[in-house]
């Protein structure tokens, strides 16, 4: 069975920053291409970063410049750093393989931006 569990979401002001972080099982986590997915409320899940095996990333314009995503091979960890974070940014945050993902989806995370 896949494990996904992300934490690190919590509530905070317009300009603040979280680190969430996504721990995933299986022996194979160096080899996957991971992303960070976000699905706010009545709205379509989104791809907002992404990051290859080997460290190349990708981000959803909506997020370029503010948010990194980084990833610790050894420990089967993924992370994403969120600066600047904006009311648009209030979210249940997912990680997943990336683009395309499993249906193993674990619990999120949700993150809450106040004006």
């Known amino acids: 069975q896949v494990q996904l569990v992300e934490s690190g979401g919590g509530l905070v002001q317009a300009g603040g920053s979280l680190r969430l972080s996504c721990a995933a099982s299986?022996?194979?986590?160096?080899?996957?291409?991971m992303g960070w997915y976000r699905q706010a409320s009545g709205k379509q899940r989104e791809l907002v970063a992404s990051i290859t095996s080997t460290g190349t990333t990708n981000y959803a314009d909506s997020v370029k410049g503010r948010f990194t995503i980084s990833r610790d091979n050894a420990k089967n960890i993924v992370y994403l750093q969120m600066n600047g974070l904006e009311p648009e940014d209030t979210a249940v945050y997912y990680c997943n393989k990336a683009p395309r993902f499993s249906l193993y989806w674990g619990q999120g995370t949700q993150v809450t931006v106040s004006s």
């Open positions: 299986g022996s194979i986590f160096r080899l996957i291409t």
